[in-house]
């Protein structure tokens, strides 16, 4: 199977304006991600609606595609681009533009969901550790949780906290049961990616604004790879603050 990475790029972001193009110590930001998955896919692709992110995305030698404007979601944004690159790939990879520290393995986590041949669509999901702080882990809306079918595929996603553990204190969730964070990588086969991206918005995704939501309800499946490695998602100028100590930590 041949692999195809799409980076979805936008410049507009309410909270974060010109995010991919913030500077990570002498690099985009939009470098970094390209630069971390580029060795293990078979091509590499930003996809965006601004000439800006373009030009620095040619700057640093990487591939590019210009894309509408228009795009309610990234999946849509990767689908387009998808169609304009041509065929040729059996997998296309939905790769996070502001999570610079990706990590490769993360990538071949989700190519070897495929060795199935009937996974339509993959994620990754991450094990909350039991020591974790639940407050800031279970009860954080904007860390989606994800409970597993014993074939490892997704049964739902949720901003709230699932499963309920009941007859025991939050304190006690954690040590008891294992939870899952999703971590926000997904990886389709062409022909599925065609298809969800012609689907209605449905009545959970819109509840929770999950687009993956969508999916499920219109019966497909997710399988769902385990990582262990966290990644750092940078919506704000704080998040980047911290991305910046952490990359200075590790250089």
């Not at 060795?39 to 995305?57: G, K």
């Not at 990487?62 to 309610?72: A, I």
């Not at 060795?115 to 800031?136: G, H, M, N």
């Not at 049961?177 to 990886?187: E, M, R, S, T």
Request: charge should be negative.
């Amino acid at each position: 199977m041949k692999f195809l990475g799409i980076i979805p790029a936008r410049f507009a972001s309410t909270r974060f304006p010109g995010k991919p193009l913030a500077d990570m110590d002498g690099k985009p930001m939009i470098q970094r991600v390209y630069e971390q998955v580029q060795n293990v896919l078979d091509a590499v692709y930003v996809a965006t609606d601004d000439s800006r992110i373009e030009s620095a995305v040619r700057s640093f030698g990487g591939n590019v595609v210009m894309t509408s404007d228009q795009h309610r979601s990234g999946t849509d944004r990767c689908y387009e681009a998808y169609r304009k690159i041509g065929d040729g790939y059996d997998i296309v990879i939905n790769i996070q533009g502001d999570e610079p520290f990706i990590h490769p393995q993360q990538i071949e986590t989700l190519k070897t969901c495929f060795s199935d041949k009937y996974v339509q669509i993959a994620t990754l999901v991450k094990p909350f550790r039991p020591d974790d702080d639940f407050e800031t882990t279970l009860f954080n809306a904007n860390s989606p949780k994800v409970v597993l079918n014993k074939n490892m595929e997704a049964m739902y996603f949720s901003r709230s906290i699932i499963p309920y553990m009941r007859g025991k204190k939050y304190t006690e969730w954690l040590p008891n049961h294992v939870y899952y964070k999703h971590i926000g990588l997904y990886a389709y086969l062409a022909n599925v990616l065609k298809e969800i991206t012609s689907l209605p918005q449905s009545s959970l995704e819109i509840a929770e604004s999950l687009e993956q939501l969508r999916w499920l309800e219109n019966g497909y499946k997710i399988k769902v790879g385990i990582t262990e490695q966290e990644t750092i998602g940078i919506d704000t100028p704080e998040d980047m603050e911290k991305a910046l100590a952490f990359l200075a930590s590790i250089k």
